[in-house]
């Protein structure tokens, strides 16, 4: 197939529509004729003429790490992280991070959010629904695992993210948790991560 046939065949296995503006400069008509090499069949430019589709099938392939964020909703924190450091002058963050006792080989527990932002440590919880745990006496202990861990590690800020608005139960009970320590209880939710 001579390059300028190969040029129009292309374009027309490409688009079914707007041949010839692809081939603007190309001595090509629409209409016109070309032989297949193969059969040596003369034949016009016709769709129906192509042995494949107009339109290519697409195929995507994501990266495993980034299948199994987006399935583990990795969107929530790093929504989270962005906008504390879109807010902040200085930032560093560290990924998800399990923190464990010395004397113990069970983790203390899993922080979702973990930053220096402005020279303050942040810890912080991230979820995807309104709740840091199904029922209050669950969202107690865990946040008083938040409080003990961010007062072993100095943190100055608390911060609950979540891709939905939190029920004004939970903003009570951290509230109520971290009321007489130096930690500030900061809630993202939904309007907070998407500005």
Same mark, same amino acid.
């Given at each position: 197939?001579?390059? @300028?046939?190969?040029?129009?065949? =292309?374009?027309? %296995?490409?688009?079914?529509?707007? =041949?010839?503006?692809?081939?603007?400069?190309?001595?090509?008509? =629409?209409?016109?004729?070309?032989?297949? !090499?193969? @059969?040596?069949?003369?034949?016009?430019?016709?769709?129906?003429?192509?042995?494949?589709?107009?339109?290519?099938?697409?195929?995507?392939?994501?990266?495993? %790490?980034?299948?199994?964020? &987006?399935? !583990?909703?990795?969107?929530?924190?790093?929504?989270?992280? #962005?906008?504390?450091?879109?807010?902040?002058?200085?930032?560093? *963050?560290? #990924?998800?991070?399990?923190?464990?006792?010395?004397?113990?080989?069970?983790?203390?527990?899993?922080?979702? &959010? @973990? @930053?220096?932002?402005?020279?303050? %440590?942040?810890?912080?919880?991230?979820? +995807?629904?309104?709740?840091?745990? #199904?029922? $209050?006496?669950?969202?107690? $202990?865990?946040?008083?695992?938040?409080?003990?861990? $961010?007062?072993?590690?100095?943190?100055?800020?608390?911060?609950?993210?979540?891709?939905?608005?939190?029920?004004?139960?939970?903003?009570?009970?951290?509230?109520? %948790?971290?009321?007489?320590?130096?930690?500030? +209880? *900061?809630?993202?939710?939904?309007?907070?991560?998407?500005?």
């Amino acid at each position: 197939m001579a390059l @300028c046939e190969m040029k129009f065949f =292309i374009a027309a %296995l490409f688009s079914n529509v707007g =041949i010839a503006e692809l081939l603007t400069g190309s001595r090509l008509q =629409i209409g016109e004729l070309f032989r297949c !090499n193969r @059969c040596r069949l003369e034949q016009s430019i016709l769709s129906a003429n192509l042995f494949a589709r107009p339109e290519p099938t697409w195929y995507y392939k994501l990266d495993e %790490l980034v299948y199994q964020g &987006i399935t !583990n909703n990795m969107h929530v924190p790093l929504l989270a992280l #962005d906008r504390l450091r879109r807010s902040a002058q200085s930032f560093m *963050h560290a #990924d998800e991070h399990e923190f464990v006792r010395r004397s113990e080989e069970k983790p203390l527990i899993e922080v979702d &959010i @973990c @930053c220096i932002a402005d020279g303050m %440590l942040t810890i912080g919880e991230a979820k +995807v629904s309104d709740r840091v745990a #199904d029922t $209050a006496s669950g969202e107690r $202990a865990a946040l008083r695992e938040y409080r003990e861990l $961010a007062t072993l590690l100095g943190a100055e800020k608390f911060i609950l993210a979540s891709e939905v608005d939190w029920s004004p139960r939970t903003k009570e009970i951290a509230a109520e %948790l971290f009321q007489g320590t130096n930690i500030s +209880v *900061h809630t993202l939710g939904r309007a907070d991560l998407y500005s």
